[in-house]
Structure formats: C-alpha cells, structure tokens
T-cell receptor
Framework: GAGVSQSPSNKVTEKGKDVELRCDPI?????LYWYRQRLGQGLEFLIY????????KSGLPSDRFSAERTGESVSTLTIQRTQQEDSAVYLC??????????????????FGSGTRLTVV | EDQVTQSPEALRLQEGESSSLNCSYT??????LFWYRQDPGKGPEFLFT???AGEEKEKERLKATLTKKESFLHITAPKPEDSATYLC????????????FGGGTRLMVKP
C-alpha cells in the first residue's frame, strides 16, 4: 500500500481481556517495528522484524506481549490479560532493507497512525 | 545503551519568534540522527536524517544541525501550523535497525 496501515484506530477493552492489533506495512519494506507511546511520552521500542531473521523481542515489557509477522507482510501484536498500564498508542513502522551497516537511508521509518488502546 | 534527551519538554512561541529545540544524545557509534514531527492523533512524520558532526539539513522554516553530542532543530519565523511535537531519535552501532527516541518537545506557536 501507499503507507503503513494500522487497525483498529481505537480499541477500548476491559481489564483481563486479550487484544490483537494489526499492522500492514508498506509493500516491499522488509523491516517492521512496533513501538508504544504513553500519553505525553516518547516512543518505547517493543519488537522488530527484519525479513526472515528471528525478531528482536528485547523491548517487550512482559510475556503478556507477543507479535507475529507473516513473511514480509502483515504483523499482529497481541496483548494477553490486558492491564490498565497497557493503555497507550501502539505505533507500527516499516523501512526498507539495510543490506550493510554503511547504507544510509534518508527516510528512517514510515509510521502508521497508531492504535489507541484504552484498558478500563 | 543509547540515550536521547530532548529539551525543553514544551515551548510556546509567538508567530514569527524564532527558537531552537535541543536533542542531546549518547550512542555507541552514531549511524544516523533522525528528526520527526508528530501531530496529535497521528504517527511521527519523517523530517531529516543527519549522519556526521557539522552536517546541516533544511526544509522550509526548519534547519537541523548536528554535533558529536547534540542536535538542534532551528525554527525560523514559525507559523501556527508548525505547532506539533518534534521527536529526535538515534541509531547506534549496537542497535541493528532500531531507533532510540527522546521524549519529544511539544511546540505551540500562537498567532
């Protein structure tokens, strides 16, 4: 697609329920990232997918959080047994391949508009 | 661990009043410093990438500069439509493709 698409745009869920957030990256982008942004704060890294490599899960805050990606397309972020502190905007981004450390892409990431999650 | 600190947290300007936003960073081998603009309810929008000290990039009323320890985003004669949160991020040698973001500066330009 023309941009990074996230759904739903808003989600209100009850504490203890599971939620699934979806990200559809830009076609051809091999890298996909999930970030969390709490109200008035900066972006907190969650997980990163690069092609067929094992994902970098180092930012996931607990084992209630998991993410999957099918090939180089759609990704889903799942939060099990949601808690009130999970309330935030969840942002997805994608970028093209960085084949070597010396590559210098000028665009950084392209972000979606995010999913605003509210746990009540 | 890469770290990014942005200041001030919030900045109110009158239309036409030029100012600068600061981004201080520590990183193990800088492979890019990025500036983004974020409007309420939207994802961050890419503005600039800087790679080495002394580099400058310009776009309309915005100019980004870089030293070995910090970056500045200079806003010349701002307009109300420049009101947004400005985010700074770095990518270091040890981070793969991951960006580390600062907390942002919320800019409000009053007419």
């Amino acid at each position: 697609g023309a941009g990074v698409s996230q759904s739903p745009s808003n989600k209100v869920t009850e504490k203890g329920k599971d939620v699934e957030l979806r990200c559809d990256p830009i076609s051809g982008h091999t890298a996909l990232y999930w970030y969390r942004q709490r109200l008035g704060q900066g972006l907190e890294f969650l997980i990163y997918f690069q092609g067929n490599s094992a994902p970098d899960k180092s930012g996931l805050p607990s084992d209630r959080f998991s993410a999957e990606r099918t090939g180089e397309s759609v990704s889903t972020l799942t939060i099990q047994r949601t808690q009130q502190e999970d309330s935030a905007v969840y942002l997805c981004a994608s970028s093209g391949t960085l084949a070597r450390d010396t590559e210098r892409p000028n665009y950084g990431y392209t972000f979606g508009s995010g999913t605003r999650l509210t746990v009540v | 661990e890469d770290q990014v600190t942005q200041s001030p947290e919030a900045l109110r300007l009158q239309e036409g009043e030029s100012s600068s936003l600061n981004c201080s960073y520590t990183v193990s081998g800088l492979r890019g410093l990025f500036w983004y603009r974020q409007d309420p309810g939207k994802g961050p929008e890419f503005l600039f990438t800087l790679y080495s000290a002394g580099e400058e990039k310009e776009k309309e009323r915005l100019k980004a500069t870089l030293t070995k320890k910090e970056s500045f985003l200079h806003i010349t004669a701002p307009k109300p439509e420049d009101s947004a949160t400005y985010l700074c991020a770095v990518r270091g040698n040890n981070a793969g493709n991951m960006l580390t973001f600062g907390g942002g500066t919320r800019l409000m330009v009053k007419p």
